[in-house]
């Protein structure tokens, strides 16, 4: 690849994952403190990333695969997805916010899967070349938490009392206009020219791969998927809050050292593999989820932060050694025709199923759990996926079966 287009492509993960973390992070505390959000209007906010993960293989099988160039497509639903954010910071309480939100994520979910198809595109080695391009992502979420902390402090308690909070919304409505238009100069990547490639429902929502469920370990894999994201759902939509309600100083900036984590054990994921196998890598990274949550909890008895910064650096071991390791597991079992529909089942259920059952949840228990004078249980917010979370932990470990000790190869170019 041509350091030229690696450049490209790298400043597009970034860009798309900067719009990502940009408001994302502290979306659950705007929401809470700028519009008065109930726990279940919050959980309906957050709930839009799932509507847009189930409808996102819908529109990427009609039209991004059949008739238009990707990285066309993609600068348009940026600039598109720019608009609605723009629309958003206008909205006065949660019953305006929302049919914005609800269409920017049905705009910005597919973009997801665009960039990568410009990248892979563009690439003749795809385990050599993907991951030092992707890095960018990681960065581009990293560098967005540490701008709003850092630099313009519109996390800290004052600022957040004055509203300046929906300034993130602000710069990231920005930032998408010129991802939009930055798109057009990306490298070319037209739609499949191979007419047999009819449109299908089965395929384009990973239905091929429902085959793979006949394996007993691989529907005990997919059912601890959809389960895992339960308490996945807590993480994303209370953390901010959380750490905001306890007075934590810089909260997004401090948030970004569980993407850190994330590169570094990204790393680590190899050696894990190599030496422990699939299933103990698997109960490893599901055993994180719950040891992070209990320091969450005992956290917000104690105001101790050594404790949430424990809980939130876990977040490299909770995602890469099981949602990394799924996905290398799930390209292992699948033959080579259903490779794609296989990885897609498995986003349909953990970022779609999975996640909107989770939000569902998360948003009960907030409500539950606020107080009359306004304020949260913490500690029982956070005990309850932690306990859900040991709870998967021995389904997987006493159901799973692996036989001699498989280990799959990592790439980690």
Same mark, same amino acid.
């Given at each position: 690849?041509?350091?030229?287009?690696?450049?490209?492509?790298? /400043?597009?993960?970034?860009?798309?994952?900067?719009?990502?973390?940009?408001?994302?992070?502290?979306?659950?505390?705007?929401? @809470?403190?700028?519009?008065?959000?109930?726990?279940?209007?919050?959980?309906?906010?957050?709930?839009?990333?799932?509507?847009?993960?189930?409808?996102?293989?819908?529109?990427?099988?009609?039209?991004?695969?059949?008739?238009?160039?990707?990285?066309? %497509?993609?600068?348009?639903?940026?600039?598109? &997805?720019?608009?609605?954010?723009?629309?958003?910071?206008?909205?006065?309480?949660?019953?305006?916010?929302?049919?914005?939100?609800?269409?920017?994520?049905?705009?910005?979910?597919?973009?997801?899967?665009?960039?990568?198809?410009?990248?892979?595109?563009?690439?003749?080695?795809?385990?050599?070349?993907?991951? @030092? *391009?992707?890095?960018?992502?990681?960065?581009?979420?990293?560098?967005?938490?540490?701008?709003? @902390?850092?630099?313009?402090?519109?996390?800290?308690?004052?600022?957040?009392?004055?509203?300046?909070? $929906?300034?993130?919304?602000?710069?990231?409505?920005?930032?998408?206009?010129?991802?939009?238009?930055?798109?057009?100069? !990306?490298?070319?990547?037209?739609?499949?020219?191979?007419?047999?490639?009819?449109?299908? !429902?089965?395929?384009?929502?990973?239905?091929?791969?429902?085959? #793979? =469920?006949?394996?007993?370990?691989?529907?005990?894999?997919?059912? @601890?998927? %959809? #389960?895992?994201?339960?308490?996945?759902?807590?993480?994303?939509?209370?953390?901010?809050?959380?750490?905001?309600? =306890?007075?934590?100083?810089?909260?997004?900036?401090?948030?970004?050292?569980?993407?850190?984590?994330?590169? +570094?054990?990204?790393?680590?994921?190899?050696?894990?593999?190599?030496?422990?196998?699939?299933?103990? /890598?698997? #109960?490893?990274? %599901?055993?994180?989820?719950?040891?992070?949550?209990?320091?969450?909890?005992? &956290?917000? !008895?104690?105001?101790?932060?050594? +404790?949430?910064?424990?809980? $939130?650096? +876990?977040?490299?071991?909770?995602?890469?050694?099981?949602?990394?390791?799924?996905?290398?597991?799930?390209?292992?079992?699948?033959?080579?025709?259903?490779?794609?529909?296989?990885?897609?089942?498995? /986003?349909?259920?953990?970022?779609?199923? &999975?996640? +909107?059952?989770?939000?569902?949840?998360?948003?009960?228990?907030?409500?539950?759990?606020? !107080?009359?004078?306004?304020?949260?249980?913490?500690?029982?917010?956070? %005990?309850?996926?932690?306990?859900?979370?040991?709870?998967?932990?021995?389904?997987?470990?006493? *159901?799973?079966?692996?036989?001699?000790?498989?280990?799959?190869?990592?790439?980690?170019?």
């Amino acid at each position: 690849m041509k350091l030229f287009t690696k450049i490209q492509l790298s /400043t597009m993960m970034f860009f798309q994952f900067f719009i990502w973390g940009g408001w994302w992070v502290t979306l659950g505390t705007f929401l @809470s403190k700028n519009l008065n959000a109930t726990g279940i209007e919050i959980s309906n906010a957050f709930s839009t990333q799932s509507w847009g993960a189930i409808i996102a293989p819908l529109f990427i099988g009609l039209i991004a695969d059949k008739f238009f160039n990707a990285e066309r %497509i993609l600068g348009f639903l940026h600039i598109l &997805g720019g608009l609605f954010l723009y629309l958003m910071t206008y909205a006065s309480d949660f019953q305006s916010f929302y049919p914005y939100i609800l269409v920017y994520m049905i705009i910005y979910m597919p973009t997801l899967a665009l960039v990568n198809s410009v990248a892979f595109y563009q690439m003749k080695d795809t385990a050599k070349d993907f991951s @030092s *391009i992707r890095v960018f992502g990681s960065i581009g979420w990293i560098i967005a938490g540490l701008i709003i @902390s850092y630099l313009f402090k519109w996390d800290s308690i004052e600022s957040i009392e004055n509203g300046k909070l $929906i300034n993130t919304i602000k710069m990231v409505s920005i930032v998408s206009f010129i991802f939009g238009f930055y798109s057009f100069t !990306l490298p070319k990547t037209p739609p499949s020219k191979n007419e047999k490639n009819k449109f299908s !429902l089965k395929e384009i929502f990973g239905l091929d791969a429902l085959k #793979l =469920l006949n394996d007993k370990n691989f529907f005990l894999f997919f059912i @601890s998927s %959809i #389960l895992i994201c339960i308490p996945l759902a807590f993480y994303y939509q209370n953390t901010n809050p959380f750490l905001v309600d =306890l007075s934590v100083t810089n909260p997004t900036g401090k948030m970004t050292l569980g993407q850190i984590s994330e590169v +570094l054990f990204m790393l680590l994921l190899p050696v894990f593999y190599k030496r422990f196998g699939f299933k103990k /890598t698997i #109960l490893i990274g %599901i055993f994180a989820w719950t040891l992070r949550y209990v320091l969450f909890s005992f &956290g917000a !008895l104690n105001g101790e932060d050594f +404790l949430l910064i424990s809980g $939130i650096i +876990l977040h490299g071991i909770c995602y890469d050694f099981f949602f990394v390791s799924g996905q290398i597991y799930t390209d292992h079992k699948a033959d080579k025709k259903i490779k794609s529909a296989a990885q897609g089942l498995i /986003t349909l259920a953990t970022y779609g199923l &999975g996640m +909107l059952i989770g939000y569902w949840i998360a948003g009960r228990i907030l409500s539950i759990y606020t !107080l009359e004078n306004g304020e949260f249980d913490w500690f029982y917010i956070w %005990i309850i996926p932690g306990i859900f979370s040991f709870f998967v932990f021995l389904f997987f470990l006493t *159901i799973f079966k692996e036989k001699n000790q498989t280990k799959y190869q990592v790439n980690n170019s």
